[in-house]
């Protein structure tokens, strides 16, 4: 349910910047999705899909640019990628991590005839 | 032909919640948006409060609930204005389906809005509403493993209730464990221990509670 409103905020995003450039079909949305998005995509995909159907990005594609997880450590000051889920510094073991990317959820572009 | 966008998917989303808070803010109005599993407690956690606070401040209850009225029936036996939304299946309530509903309430009068969202652990974390604070129920019952299964939610909420401490003698829930996990997800965050239904450990969520409405009263007169 929660990749519905996501699927409809593509959409939402794509058609405006189709229709701003005067396109008749989009072929394709890329995203960039963080590691920590909690995005699911073939749900995303199939939400997607049921919105699309009678627009103009009916048969568009969606494709998918991961983002990964990297997070600065606030005792120790390492910076660096992070599992997801992991909440501890992999060198210290202690402090908490601040995100620096990895929450992304963006529309990066389209491709449009 | 290659057009760029780089936009955020649920910005339109946040731009409203920005617009919503606005207007709260403007009329000092302290808005908590209410996290947590279904059955944690959050309805229970809010009439405790109301029986609380309704004599001190001028309350209002939104509930989110996907398709009865039940959790709004709890709320107005207190005498308490409460707007129902049914999101009719949806997980999360977003920030136009509150937009919709504040002209309903007599926002000049009021001093504190709590927004009781849908009970889900991870989809509502994503959309924020309008509100100043989230606040996140965790009841024992649902097993200290939960903050690191769902760390998000308590990454954004201020204050994390843990709820039915009665009930702990009964699991294998740790107490400290759990509070070190989600101290460790989000530094800072306050950890309140509360059993709503024996009355326990609810003074410091009221206090938490009424520090924060106080702060928006004299920053919305000020404003």
Same mark, same amino acid.
């Given at each position: 349910m929660?990749?519905?409103?996501? &699927?409809?905020?593509?959409l939402?995003? &794509?058609l405006?910047y189709?229709?701003?450039?005067e396109a008749?079909r989009?072929?394709c949305?890329s995203?960039?999705?963080?590691?920590?998005?909690?995005?699911?995509?073939?749900?995303?995909?199939f939400?997607?899909a049921?919105?699309?159907k009678?627009t103009i990005?009916?048969?568009? =594609?969606?494709?998918f640019?991961?983002?990964?997880l990297v997070a600065r450590?606030?005792?120790?000051?390492?910076?660096g990628r992070v599992?997801?889920g992991?909440?501890?510094?992999?060198?210290c073991r202690q402090g908490a991590?601040?995100?620096?990317s990895? =929450?992304?959820?963006?529309?990066?572009?389209?491709?449009v005839d | 032909?290659?057009?760029?966008?780089?936009?955020?998917i649920?910005g339109?989303n946040?731009?409203?919640?920005?617009?919503?808070?606005?207007?709260?803010a403007?009329?000092?109005?302290?808005?908590?948006?209410l *996290?947590?599993?279904? $059955?944690?407690?959050?309805?229970?956690? *809010?009439?405790?409060?109301?029986?609380?606070?309704?004599q001190? /401040?001028s309350? #209002?209850?939104?509930?989110?609930?996907?398709?009865?009225?039940?959790?709004?029936d709890?709320?107005a036996?207190? $005498?308490?204005p %409460?707007?129902q939304i049914?999101t009719?299946?949806?997980?999360?309530?977003d920030a136009?389906?509150?937009?919709?509903?504040? $002209?309903? *309430?007599?926002l000049e009068? *009021?001093?504190l809005l709590i927004?009781?969202n849908?009970?889900?652990l991870v989809c509502? #974390?994503e959309f924020?509403?309008g509100?100043?604070?989230?606040a996140v %129920?965790?009841s024992?019952?649902?097993g200290?493993d939960?903050?690191?299964?769902y760390p998000?939610v /308590?990454k954004?909420?201020?204050?994390a209730?843990?709820?039915?401490?009665?009930l702990?003698?009964?699991?294998?829930?740790?107490l400290?464990?759990?509070?070190?996990?989600i101290?460790?997800i989000?530094?800072g965050?306050e950890?309140?221990e509360?059993s709503?239904?024996?009355d326990?450990?609810?003074?410091a969520w009221?206090?938490?509670?009424?520090?924060?409405?106080d702060?928006?009263?004299?920053?919305g007169?000020?404003?």
């Open positions: 929660h990749e519905m409103a996501i &699927a409809q905020g593509v939402d995003i &794509a405006d189709a229709q701003r450039n008749t989009i072929s949305v995203l960039l999705l963080g590691e920590m998005s909690g995005v699911e995509t073939s749900s995303l995909e939400c997607f049921a919105l699309t009678g990005a009916e048969s568009a =594609r969606l494709l640019h991961r983002c990964p450590c606030r005792s120790c000051g390492r910076e599992l997801p992991s909440f501890f510094c992999p060198d991590l601040e995100i620096i990895g =929450r992304e959820m963006q529309v990066e572009y389209l491709e | 032909m290659e057009i760029q966008v780089m936009e955020d649920l339109r946040d731009q409203i919640a920005a617009e919503n808070q606005q207007l709260l403007s009329k000092g109005v302290f808005a908590l948006n *996290l947590g599993s279904p $059955g944690s407690g959050k309805t229970s956690l *809010l009439e405790k409060t109301m029986a609380r606070l309704k001190k /401040f309350l #209002a209850v939104i509930e989110g609930d996907l398709f009865t009225s039940k959790d709004a709890r709320i036996i207190h $005498g308490v %409460v707007i049914n009719s299946g949806g997980c999360h309530l136009q389906m509150v937009r919709e509903v504040l $002209g309903q *309430l007599d009068a *009021l001093d927004i009781e849908v009970g889900n509502p #974390a924020n509403v509100e100043d604070e989230k %129920v965790l024992i019952t649902e200290d939960k903050p690191l299964k998000l /308590f954004e909420s201020a204050a209730v843990l709820n039915k401490t009665d702990l003698p009964y699991t294998n829930f740790d400290a464990a759990a509070g070190a996990d101290r460790a989000h530094p965050i950890v309140l509360v709503c239904s024996q326990k450990g609810l003074e009221i206090d938490w509670l009424c520090q924060r409405v702060a928006k009263k004299t920053g007169e000020r404003a």
